[in-house]
């Protein structure tokens, strides 16, 4: 996995085009909307994590990409329509350099955070972080993402419950919840 130096004016731009104007938890339009959810740990990243974005695969659409709303290393998603999604990149921002860094998934095969969503519900991804990867001189921005066991899918939910004003997720979150403590 690598990243890339952006000018943060784009990636603004990008965020607008691609829908990060609308608000978390609004009530969904129908009743088979879910929420995707994860964490990472960006404390070893080039910047503050501010960014994660996924592409609807299919049903093919006209508005495939999805931004996540962040909160410290929590990123969220709601509503989502069934489909396949894969993890297209996440970003992080260094006020120090003045940078944006885009930091991409792998393009091809199937990473441990794509999803295939059948039923209305709660998406856990999981919970990762960020480790860069030694490379030579003239290498540079290699990256991978090691799973880890905390915070876990229980403590994230609790964490984006009090968010979630609309019945239908509060609803939905509570469920998970229960679930999980059984």
């Known amino acids: 996995m690598e990243f890339r130096k952006e000018i943060p004016l784009m990636l603004v731009a990008l965020s607008l085009l691609v829908g990060c104007g609308d608000r978390p938890f609004i009530k969904p339009e129908a009743n088979d909307e879910s929420m995707i959810i994860g964490y990472i740990d960006m404390a ?6 501010n960014g994660v974005h ?3 695969i299919q049903p093919v659409s006209k508005t495939p990409y999805y ?3 962040i909160d410290g290393g929590m990123f969220y998603r709601s509503p989502v329509a069934p489909g396949v999604y894969k993890m297209d990149s996440f970003s992080s921002y260094s006020r120090w350099s003045n940078t944006n860094y885009t930091l991409n998934f792998p393009k091809s095969g199937r990473s441990e955070m794509d999803l295939k ?6 998406y856990y991804v999981g919970s990762w972080k960020y480790a860069k990867v030694k490379t030579g001189f003239f290498e540079h921005g ?5 799973r880890i066991e905390k915070p876990t899918e229980l403590d994230l939910l609790k964490q ?6 609309d019945p239908y ?3 939905m979150i509570n469920k ?3 679930e999980l403590q059984n």
């Open 54 to 56: 996924v592409k609807r």
């Open 67 to 69: 931004n996540f709303w």
């Open 44 to 49: 070893d990243a080039p910047g503050s994590f």
């Open 176 to 178: 998970r919840i229960k």
């Open 117 to 122: 969503i059948t039923k209305p519900g709660v």
């Open 142 to 146: 290699k990256f991978d993402l090691i």
């Open 169 to 171: 997720w509060v609803n």
């Open 160 to 165: 984006v419950l009090p968010k979630a004003k």
